[in-house]
């Protein structure tokens, strides 16, 4: 049967390789005609986490337009961007594009204003973080199988999903699963000298394809909103310098086709940027296998003039877009609406489906009903519990 499994390239030595998986929780035969990381994609395509990252904020609520970005296409573009940097560096493409898959699975619905609020609300319960939700969703909230809770998804999947974690958070998993996915978010004192610092090369890799595509549609989302104009991007230097050049190119061009060829090129120059940086991070390391890249510092990087032209962009679209007065003016009134959500149904759990209502933890099961929200469910419910209509 192992003929049935095909990669699509040889891997380097310092990739995940499937057949060297740490393994599942709970262990399963193999399947026939997929590597591991080949199901866990599949499992994550198939669950109802990820169906509904289709109606959940990027930045722009979902009721706002119809072409701006979701959770969903972000996600979509990640595994894209991810996927042909990891072919490049001989990586295990399919892994990338599980944990790209999987990497918002826990957001809550509007954003980070719903995340902050139920992180709020939650204070006195254990907080909420929305990269322990995307991990909790995958190892426990998913209610698919018979045998088992969440997905079942091998270590490596996990590893990637669990971007950051508290400490106080981390002690948590780590007693249920010692050396396990939080083991890099403890200290020395805690975790000994040999401790692992970094996640998986994939795993490294999906964080910066995050950021490089978010960065990107958000200039596009942005522009399309009307909160920014071409003209202040020409104060970003990453975007002006591929504007100028398109321009040579094409001194006719203008618009929207303007645009989107500088964050085409713009998009390039940041993955031929983390290709060759990372190529020669990896050279001058040479790491023997997986294990090693995880006991040294990141690897998976910018160049450092990339690094400092990715922040500027970053600064433009803090200032310009996520501080824009509109988009702070709908930041609050989504919190309003998670705020509510939870008290109302602390105040009557019974207004939860049945398997919410009847847990035992009581605030983490408002939190976790609330997280797996859409943005329009979650309006509707703000609706029909209150009686208001926030978000209009
Ligand atoms: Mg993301």
Partial sequence: MADLISESLPLAVFACFPGQSRGRRHAEPEAPTRTAFQRDRDRIVHSTAFRRLVYKTQVFLNHEGDLFRTRLTHSLEVAQLGRSIARALALNEDLVEAIALAHDLGHTPFGHAGQDELDERMRDHGGFEHNLQSLRVVDSLEERYPAFDGLNLCFETREGILKHCAARNARRLEAREPGGVAARFLST?????????????????????????????????????????????????LFDDQRRQTLTEYPQLAGRRLLFETIRRMLSEQVYDVIAATRAAIDAA???????????????????????????????????????????ETTAQAKRVVAQLFEAYRAQPGEMKPAFASQRNQPRAVADYIAG????????????????????
């Fill in 286 to 328: 040479q790491p023997a296998d997986v294990n090693a890249v995880r006991r040294q510092a990141a690897l998976v990087r910018f160049s450092p003039a990339m690094r400092e032209r990715s922040q500027q962009l970053k600064r433009f679209l803090m200032h310009n877009l996520y501080r824009h007065p509109q988009v702070t």
């Fill in 373 to 392: 929200m859409t943005d329009r469910f979650a309006a509707r419910e703000h609706e029909r519990l209150t009686g208001l209509r926030l978000l209009a």
């Fill in 189 to 237: 004192a805690d975790h000994g000298p040999e401790r692992v610092q970094q996640p998986s090369l994939e795993a490294q890799l999906v964080n910066l394809a995050d950021e490089i595509a978010y960065n990107a549609h958000d200039i596009d989302d942005g522009v399309r909103s009307g909160l920014i104009t071409l003209d202040q991007l020409e104060t970003v230097p």
